[in-house]
């Protein structure tokens, strides 16, 4: 392909991409450096904003629950999908199908749809897992107490998540050659063996994209929190992303809200940074 | 052998396939109970033990369909989902097909780019605009959600369709070139009939993308242009537990072509996601 071809294909979606998706992100980081509330005109402050940002205790509360939500689910969820994914190979197809369907629907299902259902679950009074709870006699207000309304988050990111792992993790399995496996059977393999020195070293790929997948789904995690909780008790379960929104849109600070929104794009450089640098080292080695 | 074959097959019925159904009935046990409580009467709805035997009633159905704004939400829904999975299907196509020829870009390389434009926090975006639409009078409209939906999905679909170019041969595309044809007609009438498979998968991952997107609509879109998912958030928003049934019968409304899709796709689903993975 020539160079003019190649130019003409991508020309639609680089320009796309750079007018609508690139130009708003320079003007976001451009705004950081103001300060602008809304039909004002923005006034240059320096670095203020972040500034203020990092003192911030409800940046620093926001940021922790964040990471603690992203961190703590993301290895359930992964040994979860990699379990289930390895166990799908022991059913028939008709059942296998059924099965990832019923995993996947927390993960395909609208998110504002799922978290509405899920947070039915928990309602003081009327929903089911308190009830059952009560029975024994264990008695927890998931809306009012932080640590349960944050375990509760944390609950159902992993509920969302695993089903997308296992799907990915399945596939990955599918593409495992058929005569690794059997040489190594041959050879006296035990299931354990096979799994330690062949189906996990080729499944690293698979399980190094999800990753990156669920932290980044995980850092800007808004939907369910605004549906569930939004935010509270107080400030207990408000993620980066849902405190950016307030902000920028219920507290009208155009300018803290971009910077927050910068340091965010940051924050999620940070956090895929390793894997991205493991999948490169990786490739390399292929 | 044989002995061990007839332990594994009883590990498989006592252990791993009860294993199996528990963590579906995770899964889908919630939607289930969804379901259910928008086929029950306000008073069911709240019985705690939740009552299973009922008299079913579709009276939040018949509401529904006479609540001018679940019709014009729905609408919005189908006009945009639609409008973005055709854009961003054309556009990813081309996009994609000519990296997957012109290969002047590693593939990790352009890995990092999809991933750093994918992983962009919609509040990066939102506030120009916000601003934006406010100014040129775009603001709640069809028109200024489908952009900015086509803008942010367009990187993902760029990089599944250059992962399925790139399986197709360009002796394909050689032969009709030999025979004439430029290089846009040999991708019309050679490539595009072979990619069916990852036309679907893109179509597929858009159609979820637009359809269940939150955060834009809820601040770009106001009672003109909302999707269906502002209304079920609202919806949740509201305290009064009379309307449950209503709620949910409004979220099946929802979910429902979801489930459908992927039941029925399950398998472009996969491979979308798989071939990902692989390419590196």
Redesign the interface.
Known sequence: ?T?K??A???A???V??A???V???I??VY?SFHHLSFGGHPQFVGWTNYQVLLGDDQVRGALIFTLAFVLLSLPVHTI?GLA?AL??E??GDRLR??????????F??????????????FKD??G?VP?LLDKVNVHILWFAQPWAAQTMVILWGI?WT???NV??L???L??LPDDHVRAAVVDGASYWQRLRYIILPHLM??VL?IS?FNV?DG??V??SI??MT?GGPGTATES??YL??RV??VLRQ?GK??A???L??VG??LL?SPL?VA??RG?ER? | MKNLNARAALTDKVVIVPLLLLFALIGSLPFIYLVAISIKTPVDAFAMPPSLLFQPTFASYLQLLHDGQFGQYLWNSVVVTGAVVLISTIIGALGGYGLARYGGLSSFTLLTVVLVLYSLPRSAVLVPFYQLSQASGMYDTRVLLILVMVAVNQPFTVWIFEGFFREIPRQLEQAAMIDGCNRLQAFIRVVLPVAGPGLATTAIFSLLFAYNEFLLPVILAGPESSTMPVLVADYAGSSDLRHWPLFAAAAVAVALPLIIVMITCQKFIVRGLVSGAVKG
């Open positions: 392909m160079r071809e190649f003409a294909f991508i639609p979606c680089v796309l991409t007018t609508l998706l130009a708003p992100v003007y976001t705004l979860l289930l166990m799908l022991r059913v199908g059924l099965l990832i369907s019923a995993y996947a629907m927390p395909i299902v609208t998110p504002v749809v799922g978290t509405l259902v899920f947070s039915w679950l009074f009327w089911i009830y509920w695993f089903g997308f799907m990915v399945y596939a990955g599918q593409t790929p698979f994209l990156l980044i850092f800007r808004f939907d605004w549906v939004k980066i992303g950016t929104y920028s849109f155009l809200g971009s927050l929104a910068v965010s794009i999620t450089f895929i991205l999948r490169f490739q292929d």
